[in-house]
């Protein structure tokens, strides 16, 4: 699959440079980065838009808050399903054929999106949006790497870094602007112009590439990585409401996702030509730089989806507050990447990593000690600080992962890395959500202790009268929200701690101080 997509040693368009000048991209190949980071960055978007708006969509579309994390989850996880099959329908068909077809797909999902009325019509139309979208990250990373010489990769990751960063960042900012002046529906209609604008640059300026190497396709490896996929996500997404273990229908689904995984890793060690290549496992660097990104991205994206309905449901802040409260994470987010651009020729990758992961650690620590009585520069101060922590991290862990790589392997190591990100995002929400609504009622029951005439902090405190039920149900109420803070500050957390283990993944980090090298 790599030979299928993987430009050859010179690319064209890098050949054009003369020795001892400056590469520079002509413009249309500039056009044709703009189109494809348009496409890409819209797809990064969509993982958090809508966000901010599930509390609209949770009524709209009549869906309990375990019902309504399927809006994001069927997005992730129909990515992750039809990103491993990108590389070779590239290979197949072309990257420009590929790449339209795509931005034609997820624009026309993206207005289904935006007119459906129940909550089954949203999860439909949002896996096939997933699907659609699934080619956009990978191939755009296809193209960058045909584009640029190999000693400018730095500076095409970085590119790459920006799409897939500022995306998952701005999203929620955007989704509650949008929603206030608005309604939700629009976080998905304003993608028909940019899908447009995106698919014109795409036609008009870039060229068709198709390998003329093997085409072979691995069925039987492709299969058994779906199935895992999907009934491992199923597990995840259905456990909280079955009870988990105790149900059947969730053990079949995790023997079904061990069996099939099972027989996908035979498969990739015995195959004469597997699905994925081998060769990409027993690079040190790759194997850490892409563990490292699904900690992170996972860490990221977690965040990202909890403070919304923290923030509105427990503080009571509108959406359009929420959007700008936060946005600093995604100014600290641009501060941090151009300074990860600026030192990374100048101090090794490694000190820049774990610099952005003990300050992401730190706005994570600041988040869970925070309390309903917060200000809003406390939100603020936690998210630019978390912003400033992953801007120096994501474009120095898309350099770790590649950086030993021989070139003839980027681009299929540009799908699983795109991959496991999309997988690791979609188990680690799943999970944050189920632990979120169990955490809530242990919360909750533990805090009813407390709610009773006969307690003495109640005397001390002069609290009303439990006869009148007006005030029993305000009691309840306040109750309910103090412990949902409790298991938001708990989520944040361990979230820290995530943050710091990742620290230790860096000293298995393999690699010159310069990136250039092939």
Known sequence: MSEAIGAPAAAPAAAAAAPGEPFRLSLRDKMAVAA??????????????????????????????DQIAWVLTSYIVASAVGTPLMGWLASRFGQKRVLMLSLLGFTITSVLCGIASTLEEMVAYRTFQGLSSAALLPLAQAVMMRLYPREYFAKAMAIIGVGMMLG??????????????????????????????????????????????????????????????????????????????????????????ALAFYMFVVQTVTARKPFVSRALFLDRNFVTGSLLFVMVSGNMMITVALQPPMLQNVMGYPVLVVGYLLAPRGVGTMLGMVLSARMMNKIDVRYLVITGLSLTAIGLWDLSRLSTDISQWDIVRSAFIQGLGLGLVFVQLNTIAFASLPRH?????????????????????????????????????????????????????????????????????????????????NAFHWLMISALLAIVLMFFVRMPRSMTRD
């Open 36 to 65: 494809i980071m348009v496409g890409a960055t819209m797809q990064s978007i969509d993982m958090t838009i809508a966000n901010v708006a599930l509390p609209h969509m949770q009524g709209s579309l009549a869906a309990t808050i």
């Open 168 to 257: 998952p960042i701005l999203g929620p900012t955007l989704g509650g602007y949008i929603t206030e002046i608005s309604n939700w529906r629009w976080v998905f209609f304003i993608n028909l112009p940019l899908g447009l604008v995106a698919m014109a640059g795409v036609w008009a300026f870039l060229d068709e590439y198709r390998s003329s190497g093997d085409t072979y396709f691995d069925r039987f490896g492709f299969a058994t990585l779906i199935i895992a996929i999907a009934a491992f996500q199923l597990m995840l997404d259905r456990g909280e409401t079955k009870h988990w273990f105790d149900s059947t229908e969730i053990m079949l689904y995790a023997g079904i996702a």
């Open 409 to 489: 392997l980027h681009v299929e190591a540009a799908t699983m890395f795109n991959l496991m990100r999309a997988m690791g995002t979609s188990a680690g929400l799943s999970i944050a959500v189920a632990l979120l609504a169990q955490h809530t009622q242990i919360n909750h029951a533990e805090l009813t202790q407390f709610v009773s005439p006969f307690h003495e902090i109640w005397r001390l405190a002069g609290m009303p009268s439990l006869a009148d039920p007006a005030s029993l149900q305000l009691m309840n109420a306040e109750v309910t929200r103090q412990a949902m803070m409790i298991s938001f500050l």
